[in-house]
C-alpha cells in the first residue's frame, strides 16, 4: 500500500483536530506525527506550534488526566504520578496536577469507598487474611499503604 506523506500544514492541521479532541501530552503528539510519517525538524516544528496556539499544554493535560483517573476510575496518587511519569510528564507538573486535583477529603472518602466495595465482594472469614487481601487490592490501585493502613484501623 503507497503511504501518502502530508505537507506541514496538513499536519498541522490533522494534529490540532487530535488535541481539539481531547486532551493530548507532548508523547501522544509525537508517536501520532511519527506514525504519519513527519520526522526530524518538522516534528519539532509542529509540536511547536501547537504548543504556542495552546492546543497542546502538559500542565493541563496533567490536570485533566489526574482528575479524570482518580473520580472515574478511582485510582490512587501512586498510579497517577507512574502512568504521568510514563507519559514524560515533569514533576512539576504532576505535583500541580495532583494538589489541584485531589484533596485529601476526597481521596481519603474514595478510599474507603474502594474499601467498602471490595469487603463487600470477598468470602474471606479470617480477618487478618481479609485486612491484607483489602491492603493488597487498594495498593494495586495506587494508594499508598500508611494511608490504607490508617483508613482500615478507623473504618474497618
Not at 511519569?85 to 481521596?107: F, H, M, N, V
Not at 481519603?108 to 469487603?119: G, H, N, P, S
Not at 468470602?123 to 490504607?148: C, N, W
Request: glycine share 4%.
Amino acid at each position: 500500500m503507497n503511504k501518502k506523506y502530508l505537507s506541514y500544514d496538513e499536519a498541522v492541521k490533522k494534529l490540532q483536530n487530535f488535541c481539539a479532541y481531547q486532551e493530548r501530552c507532548q508523547e501522544e503528539v509525537r508517536s501520532k506525527l511519527i506514525e504519519l510519517g513527519i520526522y526530524g525538524e518538522e516534528l519539532d516544528r509542529v509540536i511547536a506550534d501547537l504548543i504556542e496556539e495552546n492546543y497542546l499544554n502538559e500542565q493541563r493535560f496533567a490536570v485533566c488526566f489526574a482528575g479524570g483517573k482518580f473520580r472515574i476510575k478511582q485510582w490512587g496518587r501512586k498510579k497517577i504520578v507512574q502512568e504521568l511519569k510514563a507519559k514524560k510528564i515533569s514533576d512539576y507538573s504532576i505535583r500541580k496536577a495532583l494538589e489541584s486535583e485531589i484533596s485529601e477529603a476526597d481521596y481519603r472518602a474514595t478510599l474507603i469507598e474502594v474499601l467498602q466495595k471490595k469487603a463487600n465482594l470477598l468470602s474471606e472469614k479470617d480477618p487478618h487474611k481479609r485486612k491484607q487481601k483489602l491492603l493488597q487490592y487498594v495498593m494495586t490501585r495506587g494508594f499508598e499503604a500508611q494511608i490504607i493502613l490508617e483508613v482500615l484501623k478507623e473504618k474497618l
